[in-house]
């Protein structure tokens, strides 16, 4: 069974940086497409990026294209997602999913805790 430990989050200054980590254990992550989604206090939770199981494409939400970046380490089996550039409006929970799919499904089955960001001053 695929479980997801993420971290990295914390409180942040506008304009900062951070690297959120998504760790996995029970299953090796390179036969999974592996998202990262956010929830806002009071909003819905949205897709934030996602790569695919072989790491050949990725896709981003237009509100963080040019500032993040999601990468994956076969050999740590952990995805990454490093936010530059941080804006007041990346608060939120961050999560990591994933699902046992080649490319990046609308739907994903495995989630972990969630990370919190806070980009404040």
């Known amino acids: 069974q695929l479980q997801l430990v993420e971290s990295g989050g914390g409180l942040v200054q506008p304009g900062g940086s951070l690297r959120l980590s998504c760790a996995a254990s029970g299953s090796t992550l390179a036969y999974y497409a592996i998202g990262w989604f956010r929830q806002a206090p009071g909003k819905e939770r949205e897709g934030v990026s996602c790569i695919s199981s072989n790491g050949a494409y990725t896709n981003y939400d237009d509100s963080v294209k040019g500032r993040f970046t999601i990468s994956g380490d076969n050999a740590k089996n952990t995805v990454y997602l490093q936010m530059n550039s941080l804006k007041p409006e990346d608060t939120g929970f961050y999560y990591c999913?994933?699902?046992?799919?080649?490319?990046?499904?609308?739907?994903?089955?495995?989630w972990g805790q969630g990370t919190p960001v806070t980009v404040s001053s």
């Open positions: 999913a994933a699902e046992p799919e080649a490319g990046c499904p609308r739907d994903f089955s495995y």
